[in-house]
């Protein structure tokens, strides 16, 4: 077993590490610099669609969520995401008109693969973004879209994470081009950022990124509770980051979309809470640095998490992650690694065994 981590202390920290071979592995042969194409090898017609469902559970879903803004903002199509229990069970609207996604790093997760065949049985055209190769859910679906991240071991997903969430960004650039929805410049802007993903995960891996997060991680791992704040196309980055911190240290996590901050979870904030407030380059980073503000105001500890060389949101946090500077729409991938370095070393500073966190499985193939 020794072997098989590969000198890392767990399969979880391996996996971590493996993500810009993982994203390179997503991504290759895929986008074309120099005409902008996107080939994803799927066959189904992009323009037929009016309308899309994405299915998931899980970490999963949230890399569906990532999707949804992203199709819907370079491909103009309204998109819905449901957890896979709920749609099963909500008689949900679909015609030969919709395309259900279905997102999954086993392809085997049961209530995904009864939504599927729900979604198929009323006429949906299907297709898959899955991890594992000839698994149940590709045998089933119209079409796959192959993430290659590789066997993900840890219970709590990372590398399969950022490979969905970019392969849900290379569907929405393959849609918006096919529909002509997504202008030339911002598309070619956005295919560029997509292809320096690797590079910009691999930095985040640096050893003083790192141990910056351990340190941040130690200084508060004994908190009761965590909130996690993010806005738009990163509000999924926060739901995440709880949720992997959940799965693993055992403390109880929250997420908001940062705007909704005031309409609840405002209520919980004191000198004991730590909130990571996702803080990076954005259209709406401003509104961002309110929500920073308003949380010191009732003294809560803000860790916030904001690109390299900005000094605006940092200047108001008690603790600060800095990111590598990215494109706002590639952005989650990025953002996601220092969540689960966050969790990842809130957890070991508890003891916690993070490959087998207690109550979980890596795949649930049963409801
Ligand atoms: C389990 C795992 C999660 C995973 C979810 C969906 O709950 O513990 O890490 O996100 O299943 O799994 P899937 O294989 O469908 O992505």
């Known amino acids: 077993e020794a072997a098989e981590k590969g000198g890392f202390d767990t399969y979880m920290l391996k996996e971590i590490y493996e993500q810009p071979q993982a994203l390179t592995n997503t991504l290759i042969g895929r986008l074309h610099d120099d005409t902008g194409e996107v080939n994803l090898d799927i066959n189904l017609d992009p323009a037929s669609f009016k309308r899309i469902s994405i299915i998931a559970c899980g970490t999963a879903f949230y890399a569906g969520l ?35 996604i279905v997102i999954s790093q086993s392809g085997e997760t049961i209530d995904t693969l009864e939504a599927l065949r729900e979604a198929k049985k009323q006429g949906a055209k299907t297709l898959g973004v899955i991890n594992a190769k000839g698994s149940s859910m590709t045998r089933e679906v119209d079409d796959v879209l192959y993430i290659h991240a590789g ?48 590079r910009l995960v691999e930095e985040c891996l640096q050893p003083e990124r ?80 309110s929500n920073i503000q308003e949380v010191k105001a009732r003294s809560g500890k803000v860790i916030a998490v904001v690109s390299d060389g900005d000094t605006d949101a940092a200047r108001h946090a008690d603790d600060v992650i ?42 649930v193939t049963v409801e």
Do not use: C
């Open 66 to 100: 990532v999707g949804e803004y992203l199709i819907e903002q370079l491909a103009r199509i309204p998109v819905e995401v449901d957890v896979a229990s709920e749609y099963r069970y909500r008689s949900p609207l679909v015609s030969e008109n919709t395309l259900a």
């Open 151 to 198: 066997p993900e071991i840890g219970v709590a997903s990372t590398k399969a994470y950022t490979a969905m969430v970019s392969g849900m960004l290379m569907l929405a650039l393959w849609l918006g081009r096919a529909r002509g929805t997504l202008n030339e410049e911002l598309g070619r802007e956005l295919l560029q950022g997509a292809r320096e993903l690797p």
């Open 210 to 289: 790192v141990e910056n997060i351990q340190r941040i991680a130690q200084k508060y791992h004994q908190a009761r509770d965590y909130l996690f704040l993010g806005r738009g196309v990163n509000s999924p980055t926060a739901f995440e980051g709880a949720l992997k911190l959940k799965e693993i240290s055992y403390i109880h996590a929250e997420a908001y979309a940062a705007g909704e901050m005031k309409h609840g979870p405002i209520a919980l904030i004191d000198e004991h809470l730590p909130v990571v407030v996702i803080a990076t380059e954005s259209f709406l980073l401003e509104k961002t640095i």
């Open 322 to 363: 800095y990111v590598p500077r990215a494109a706002e729409m590639v952005s989650p991938v990025v953002n996601a690694v220092a969540m689960q370095l966050l969790a990842y070393f809130t957890a070991t500073a508890l003891n916690r065994d993070v490959d087998k966190p207690r109550n979980l499985a890596k795949s």
